[in-house]
């Protein structure tokens, strides 16, 4: 009897400090996500404005070795060399595939679609820097979240399965 109270404690344990984990990976992408775009923007400003590249060239360059938005990048391109899509429409639905955005991220990053391409060198790195504050910003409310609630929520959970293991003995 002891046994079986012992391993259904273990296996308590760990599914609610599993489940608190799980809880927590929502901020934890979008941290890594928006770390990601604010590599991404950086990147990007010198290839439009020094190197004068092409938009797809230099969208995936500025995201090459990216986990998150070389992939989507890459598909970004191959749908603007296949069809008579705009490149807005085509960023709308590369954004909306790319997971770890919340809304705010996304409004910012869609004004930013809007931009790319479609002005002047010069409207294009002041929209860049206008991006990357933002982005920036939104990071540090996302580290901040991810720090507050994040914390919240796995312990909540593992508090959880505390009370439910000292209910069971």
Same mark, same amino acid.
């Given at each position: 009897?002891? #046994?079986? /109270? @012992?391993? #259904?404690?273990?296996?308590?344990?760990?599914?609610?400090?599993?489940?608190? /984990?799980? *809880?927590?990976?929502?901020?934890?992408?979008?941290?890594?996500? +928006?770390?990601?775009? =604010?590599? &991404?923007?950086?990147?990007?400003?010198?290839?439009?404005?020094?190197?004068?590249?092409?938009?797809?060239?230099?969208?995936?360059?500025?995201?090459?070795?990216?986990? +998150?938005?070389?992939?989507?990048?890459?598909?970004?391109? !191959?749908?603007?060399?296949?069809?008579?899509?705009?490149?807005? !429409?085509?960023? !709308?639905?590369?954004?909306?595939?790319?997971?770890?955005?919340?809304?705010?991220?996304?409004?910012? +990053?869609?004004?930013?679609?809007?931009?790319?391409?479609?002005?002047?060198? !010069?409207?294009?790195?002041?929209?860049? #820097? *206008?991006?990357? *504050?933002?982005?920036?910003? =939104? =990071?540090?409310?996302?580290?901040?979240?991810?720090?507050?609630?994040?914390? +919240?929520?796995?312990?909540? &959970?593992?508090?959880?399965?505390?009370?439910?293991?000292? =209910?069971? @003995?």
């Amino acid at each position: 009897m002891i #046994a079986v /109270k @012992l391993a #259904a404690s273990v296996l308590i344990l760990a599914s609610t400090f599993g489940l608190g /984990k799980m *809880a927590t990976g929502p901020y934890q992408l979008r941290v890594h996500t +928006l770390e990601e775009w =604010l590599r &991404f923007v950086s990147h990007l400003h010198p290839l439009i404005e020094w190197k004068r590249m092409p938009l797809p060239q230099a969208l995936l360059q500025a995201a090459s070795g990216q986990r +998150l938005l070389s992939p989507v990048l890459e598909v970004l391109g !191959q749908e603007l060399g296949r069809r008579e899509i705009a490149f807005e !429409q085509a960023w !709308q639905i590369m954004l909306n595939r790319l997971p770890g955005l919340w809304e705010e991220d996304q409004r910012v +990053l869609v004004d930013l679609g809007r931009a790319l391409g479609m002005s002047d060198v !010069q409207y294009q790195r002041a929209h860049l #820097a *206008a991006a990357r *504050a933002e982005l920036e910003r =939104l =990071l540090r409310d996302a580290r901040v979240e991810r720090a507050q609630d994040g914390r +919240l929520l796995a312990a909540l &959970f593992s508090a959880f399965g505390v009370m439910i293991l000292i =209910l069971m @003995l």
